[in-house]
């Protein structure tokens, strides 16, 4: 399939820069996310790969070959759009076949390659209704069997499953991941959901602000952030993020909370952001070393997020559901080789 | 769809980051028809109609020769022409408060949806379907004063009705049958703009215990006024200008020039008269006129509207 | 909602009925009268049921008076006009809605423009143009000093001339942009991404959607087209390229002077000219609704 090469993206509308000095290379058959919130230009990023978009500065290479001047039929790549963009006036057969009317396929080829796709999207069946009549959940097959008639070398999401129901999201993003893996393929894929990341990706891009924040696979990114942006962003609950002032080399305190940290080289006095994930923090009223008082619990079933604070700051603690929980003070051992440090000024990782 | 409709200048037009395509060689090919045809018969007759107005053509042909404003002048001097600038504003007020009038209350009360509504709906915008000399011998026919029904007055009040020698009773037919034709067009709007209040408010007026004629008042009046602003333009401005297809049909300008409108004049002046300097000039000054509606429709109007 | 109104129900019906016959009594009256012989039409008042000589006044009219062609005419022209239009302002939109140059906002303002002037006000140098087509070309030609022979072309008593003018407006233009405009951006990328070029996205997708626009607009100029009145007055003095509308002039001696019209005659052309487009509205009551509001946004 294909592999891309990104070298110093840049896009920018008048004085506004859309996105900031893009870095990256996506390997053949990889199944990269590229993660952000709203308005970090990873729509912006996709649509420059696929060629919706004109390039400020920067190259884009799609197997070696600079495409930037290339219109999106010439690169080769096929896309999956948001609200899906199916023709209303046209069949799901017409619809998925549309490509190849384009380039002059004839019509018996053509129906024997529609109805391959069909059955690759299992919608065999509703071949001759109107995107009117679909679901979304079918309605976004036919997206997906859209893009896959054109045997492209890359495929291109664009936050196809923000407009489905949750269930259905849950169940679609595995087939797009399985469709993935059967067709050898090379996909982009966006969204803001980092579950949706962290589930479907070989490899993550989380972007922010027109920035790239880190490259890496969801293992890395949840393990060690690179900034303190990514570190809020991945995981659900998100990681508790709060100032502190170093003690010394491996002690901060927070208000009256003193907390033990990797070794570190900051200098003492200066403030810096401890991030703390939830569930590496227990509930041990014997032998916890800080004080957590609770305020809010919340049941999920087989885990409990008990919301409240530390230190005089907002924090959230996950627990396994057991005996009944009240809300009061209690203390908590936080495992101290698990808390990440970041530079308040730069949000970047602060080495050991 | 919006309220009101009303002919505005879309700034979005080239803010709105689209999906553009490439080809702009075919852009151009595209837009030439519509662009020539525009020349050759808008801007091209517009821009001669100036020149004419400032010139004179000499009576054995040749060059024309630049008097500056003396065709305007002599307009100015000339009785005729303010008799019919002065018909044309009687005809524009008349016509519009009648129709507008009509309209309204065929708005308001077909909204009401009592049974059979959609029948009457339909009836009341058929007559803006019919060409305006068909409504003019069809109102010429029924206030002639010697056949029709109208004339029946003159068997009880001899004389008392002839549009044929009378040139109030004149005006009054053209009035008459301008708006019958007007408040059908009148209606679509009112009957559009009603529609798009929101059921709801309509409902919490009920509620607060308003009765449908206060709720006339204070509710769907207000929310109408826009349009109503709007077919106010649009009324006169065609009143300048549509009518003539009746005047020609009923009263030919007549008698005496009674109904002798702008725009007939100007007919009877280039064609009839072959004057085409003082038929220019005319046409200059009625073209101001309808400008500047336009103008006043787009400034006045949506400013109105935009508060919303 | 239940509201319990009986008096103000009643007077609403009442003036309902009223407004309908004064809708509609005009059209019933003209088919009466024409359908009377001379002399029970010219009685006060006329009688108000329909007569016996409808099939005479009609073929009389039809015959003799030459109507026959003149409906073929104003069908002609009318079809004319409103398949030119539609085609001119929908490739015209997708000119200044789909694509990026410079003069687009220029030219956008100057088709604008023209929807401020209808023809009536400028019946005089239009007409001189209708005379020779190709004059302003070899006017602004003459000004740059070339002496070019460019041929006289007098589309005066014919079909282009009596279509052409009606085609050189705005107003279907300014509906499809409109329309155009509320299709997502989306379905244009996915139609980029699937390789249509524009003529292709043009063709098997902006047009298909636009049927219902079209239907409008075909509705509201077929009835404007019928219904042109002075423009074929003055552009046409031969009679073979009379329209219906027209003739009505003909049908009806002076107004001031002279005999008056022959009524039962000029009622059966009056209900002529006013049948077809009558019957269009009817059948297309939606698309004539949705034409008039959208063109006047």
């Known amino acids: 399939m294909a592999n891309i090469l990104v070298a110093h993206l840049n896009k920018s509308y008048g004085k506004n820069s859309a996105v900031n000095d893009l870095n990256c290379e996506i390997k053949s058959q990889e199944f990269v996310v590229i993660l952000g919130p709203s308005g970090c230009g990873k729509s912006t990023f996709l649509r420059m790969i696929a060629g919706l978009e004109t390039v400020t500065s920067g190259e884009i290479k799609i197997d070696n070959i600079i495409v930037n001047d ?164 991945v995981g659900s609950p998100p990681m508790n993020l709060l100032k502190a002032t170093v003690i010394d080399c491996s002690t901060v305190k927070i208000d009256d909370q003193l907390i033990r940290v990797p070794q570190h080289d900051v200098a003492i006095g200066s403030v810096v952001i401890v991030g703390i994930r939830p569930e590496h923090v227990e509930m041990d009223d014997n032998a916890g070393n800080n004080v957590f008082s609770i305020d809010f619990i919340e049941d999920m079933g087989s885990l409990r997020l008990l919301h409240g604070k530390l230190g005089g700051h907002d924090f959230v603690v996950q627990s396994l559901s057991g005996a009944t929980q009240q809300l009061g003070q209690f203390k908590v051992r936080i495992a101290s080789d698990k808390i990440h440090l970041f530079d308040v000024a730069t949000g970047l990782r602060l080495q050991i | 769809m919006a309220i009101p409709p009303f002919r505005y200048f879309n700034y979005e037009f080239y803010m709105n980051n689209r999906s553009y395509f490439k080809n702009n060689k075919l852009a151009a090919v595209l837009i030439a028809p519509q662009l020539f045809l525009i020349f050759i018969f808008f801007y091209w007759p517009a821009s001669q109609a100036i020149y004419w107005a400032f010139t004179t053509q000499p009576p054995f042909g040749g060059g024309n020769e630049w008097v500056g404003f003396q065709n305007f002048q002599e307009l100015f001097n000339d009785k005729v022409y303010w008799n019919s600038v002065y018909i044309s504003i009687k005809f524009a007020i008349y016509s519009t408060c009648l129709s507008v009038v009509l309209s309204s209350v065929m708005a308001l009360c077909v909204d009401r949806q009592l049974s059979g509504y959609q029948f009457y709906r339909f009836a009341f915008f058929l007559p803006y379907a019919i060409a305006a000399p068909a409504v003019g011998l069809a109102f010429r026919f029924i206030f002639a004063p010697d056949a029709g029904f109208i004339s029946i007055i003159n068997n009880y009040f001899p004389g008392s009705w002839n549009p044929a020698m009378n040139g109030h009773d004149a005006l009054v037919l053209i009035v008459l049958a301008n708006s019958w034709k007007m408040a059908a067009y009148n209606f679509i709007f009112m009957l559009a703009a009603l529609q798009s209040i929101p059921r709801s408010v309509v409902e919490a007026a009920a509620m607060d215990g308003a009765s449908f004629l206060r709720r006339v008042w204070d509710i769907q009046l207000p929310f109408l006024t826009p349009t109503f602003f709007f077919l106010l333009v649009i009324n006169i401005t065609e009143s300048f200008v549509d009518s003539f297809g009746i005047v020609d049909i009923t009263t030919g300008g007549g008698p005496a020039r009674a109904t002798d409108l702008m725009v007939y004049k100007i007919y009877t002046d280039g064609f009839k008269g072959l004057d085409y300097s003082m038929a220019a000039a005319q046409s200059i000054l009625l073209m101001i006129i309808v400008i500047s509606l336009t103008f006043i429709q787009f400034r006045f109007v949506e400013k109105r509207v935009h508060y919303r | 909602m ?114 401020m002037l209808p023809l009536e006000v400028r019946i005089v140098p239009t007409y001189a143009v209708a005379a020779d087509v190709l004059e302003p070309f070899r006017t602004i030609l003459a000004w740059g000093g070339v002496v070019l022979k460019i041929p006289e072309i007098n589309i005066l008593n014919s079909y282009s001339g009596l279509v052409l003018p009606l085609v050189a407006t705005a107003t279907g233009t300014f509906l499809y942009r409109q329309f155009f405009l509320t299709i997502p951006d989306e379905l244009t990328e996915a139609a980029k991404m699937d390789g249509a070029g524009a003529l292709r996205f043009f063709w098997d997708i902006l047009l298909p959607l636009s049927r219902t626009n079209m239907a409008a607009l075909s509705t509201i100029m077929f009835v404007y087209a019928w219904n042109q009145y002075l423009w074929p007055l003055l552009i046409t003095t031969d009679p073979n390229f009379a329209t219906a509308t027209m003739q009505l002039q003909k049908i009806v001696p002076g107004p001031a002077f002279g005999q008056p019209p022959v009524w039962n005659e000029a009622m059966a052309a009056t209900l002529m000219v006013m049948v077809p487009p009558l019957i269009v509205v009817i059948i297309m009551q939606g698309a004539f609704v949705r034409g008039l509001i959208a063109v006047e946004k």
């Open chain 1, 70 to 233: 290339l219109e999106p039929r010439e690169r080769g790549c096929a896309m999956v759009f948001q609200n899906y963009a199916l023709y209303p006036h046209m069949t799901v057969a017409e619809n998925i076949g549309y490509s190849l009317k384009v380039e002059g396929i004839n019509r018996t080829e053509r129906l024997q390659r529609i109805h391959n796709v069909a059955k690759i999207i299992g919608l065999e069946d509703f071949l001759d209704r109107k995107p009117g009549q679909l679901s979304g959940g079918q309605r976004q097959r036919v997206a997906m069997g859209r893009a896959i008639i054109r045997e492209p070398k890359l495929f291109l999401f664009d936050e196809p499953l923000s407009n489905l129901d949750a269930k259905l999201r849950v169940q679609m993003r595995i087939e797009i991941r399985k469709l993935h893996n059967r067709l050898n393929a090379t996909s982009i894929f966006v969204t803001h959901d980092q579950i949706e990341a962290m589930t479907l990706a070989d490899r993550m891009i989380v972007m922010n602000k027109g920035k790239i924040e880190q490259i890496g696979t969801p293992e890395d990114i949840y393990r060690l952030p690179a900034t303190q942006f990514v570190a809020g962003f």
């Open chain 3, 2 to 115: 239940i509201e319990r109104t009986p008096y103000l129900d009643l007077l609403t019906h009442a003036i309902l009925i009223l407004l309908f016959i004064i809708s509609v009594l005009p059209i019933i009256i003209v088919f009466i009268a024409s359908t009377h012989d001379l002399p029970t039409v010219s009685r006060v008042p006329m009688a108000l049921w329909p007569g016996n000589s409808f099939f005479e006044n009609y073929s009389h009219v039809w015959n003799k008076s030459g109507f026959g062609p003149k409906m073929l005419n104003s069908l002609i022209v009318a079809t004319m006009v409103t398949v030119g239009k539609v085609m001119i302002s929908a490739i015209t939109a997708f000119s200044v809605v789909y694509f990026n140059y410079r003069l687009r906002f220029f030219f956008f303002w100057l088709i604008f423009i023209t929807l």
